[in-house]
DNA sequence: TTTTAAGTTGTAATCATTACAAAAATAGTG
DNA sequence: CACTATTTTTGTAATGATTACAACTTAAAA
C-alpha cells in the first residue's frame, strides 16, 4: 500500500506529521468518525493538538480530494476516506450507519449534460435488520 | 391534485392552518428552501408564526413522510415533498443545487439483505456548467 | 361549561463550525 | 549559521442552526 506521505504528496499536500496522523486515522477507522472523534482519539498522541488543526487538515483533504464529507441525517459531518468510494445505509429509528460494500449501480449517463461529475454519494434510510425483529416482538 | 387536507390526513397528520400553508409552500417551492426561508416567507401572513413551529411541523412532516430532510454540503436542512423523488447536483464552486430529473438508476438489488428501505438519496457533486465557463476565460 | 389534549409560541441553552490573529515550526536564502 | 518568509498549528471568541422547555392558546371531548 501506498505510504501516508506519498499518498498526501501525490494530491498536493505537504505531509506534515500532523496530517499524516490524521489520514492513519480515517485508513483505519471502521466507522465513520466526526471531528470530536478524531480529535479525541489523536490528542493524546499529539498533546498540543487543536480542534481547528483537525478542522483545518479535513477540509484541505476534502479539498485536495483525500477525504470526503459524508453527509448524514445528523447535525455534524463524518468523514472518510475518498479512495474507497461507498454508500451509506442509515437506519432511520437507530440512526446506525452500514457501510453499503456492493455499490449500487448508479447511472449517470445523459442525467446531468455538461456537468463535470467529481462524487456520487448514495444515501439509503431505512429499518435495519435488528430494529425490524424489535418491532416484530414488542409489536409497537 | 389531492387537496392538502387529505394529504396530511392521510398521512396521519391533523391538518391546521399552519400546517396546510407549510405544506402549500413546498409543494410551490422551486428551490429547496431552509427553515429560515420558510419563515420568512410565511411570517407576513401569520404574524404569530414562530420559528419553533416551522421546526416542529418539518420534522412532523419528515416522520410522517410528507417532507424529506436534503442533506447537502451546507451545515443546514433544507427540505423538498417525499412525494416527488429526485437527485441533486452541487456545483463545488458556486455551491448552487439542481434538481436532477431524470433521476438516475440506482440499483439495489442484493445490496441491503434483511434492510427495508425507505428512501434513497442521491447527491452528485462537480462543477457545473457555468463555473466550467468562467474557468476556461480566466485561465485560473 | 369544564376538562383534557393538541398545537403554537418565545426564550434560553446547546453544539458544530468558522473567523481570526498570534505562536510555532519549517523552508529558503545569503 | 543567521535571517527572513512561508506554512502549519494553536486558542479564543463569534456565528448560527437546532433543540429544550415551559407557558400560552386553540380545538376537541365529556
Redesign the pocket.
Known amino acids: 500500500m501506498m505510504q501516508n506521505d506519498a499518498v498526501l504528496k501525490s494530491h498536493g499536500?505537504?505531509p506534515?506529521?500532523?496530517?499524516m496522523m490524521i489520514l492513519d486515522y480515517l485508513k483505519a477507522a471502521k466507522k465513520h468518525p466526526?471531528?470530536?472523534e478524531i480529535y479525541q482519539a489523536l490528542q493524546p498522541k499529539?498533546?498540543?493538538?487543536?480542534?481547528?488543526?483537525?478542522?483545518?487538515?479535513l477540509?484541505?483533504f476534502t479539498e485536495k480530494n483525500v477525504a470526503r464529507?459524508v453527509m448524514l441525517k445528523?447535525?455534524?459531518?463524518?468523514y472518510d476516506l475518498a479512495s474507497h468510494p461507498h454508500a451509506h445505509f442509515q437506519c432511520v429509528k437507530c440512526n446506525e450507519v452500514f457501510d453499503v460494500f456492493r455499490l449500487p449501480d448508479v447511472q449517470l449517463d445523459g442525467v446531468l449534460p455538461g456537468a463535470q461529475v467529481q462524487d456520487v454519494s448514495v444515501l439509503i434510510s431505512g429499518v435495519c435488520e435488528a430494529c425490524q425483529a424489535k418491532e416484530g416482538t414488542r409489536h409497537e
Open positions: 499536500i505537504k506534515s506529521l500532523t496530517r466526526n471531528v470530536d499529539i498533546p498540543t493538538l487543536s480542534k481547528t488543526t483537525v478542522y483545518n487538515t477540509h484541505l464529507a445528523d447535525q455534524e459531518n463524518r
